[in-house]
């Protein structure tokens, strides 16, 4: 399986971003897939994540700011990030949970930068 990520960038705070991953090769229907990151000097923290059949979870941070969606035929997920702030600055990776316990890919990290 592989994770391709894109959209990130640099904005103003108050801004908009959106990113997106595709993902490809052998990958099970139920899954879930969904966004960390990590800013520098920090631990790799949840954005949000989406299971197959539509759940969402969000961290507090982010709660009413960002959304994400997925297209399970295409394989996408989708992180639409409003109203960004300074501390939303970090490189955001992508990642998809096969059924599979303990099993987890990850794309590559894609930079946002939210400047004041």
């Known amino acids: 399986v592989q994770l391709q990520a894109s959209g990130g960038g640099l904005v103003q705070a108050g801004g908009s971003l959106r990113l997106s991953c595709a993902a490809s090769?052998?990958?099970?229907?139920?899954?879930?897939m969904g966004w960390y990151r990590q800013a520098p000097g920090k631990q790799r923290d949840l954005v949000a994540l989406i299971t197959s059949g539509g759940t969402t979870n969000y961290a507090d941070s982010v709660k009413g700011r960002f959304s994400i969606s997925r297209d399970n035929a295409k394989n996408t997920v989708t992180l639409q990030m409003n109203s960004l702030k300074p501390e939303d600055t970090a490189v955001y990776y992508c990642?998809?949970?096969?059924?599979?316990?303990?099993?987890?890919?990850w794309g590559q990290g894609t930079q946002v930068t939210v400047s004041s």
């Open positions: 090769g052998s990958i099970f229907s139920i899954n879930v």
């Open positions: 990642y998809l949970d096969p059924p599979t316990a303990g099993l987890r890919y």
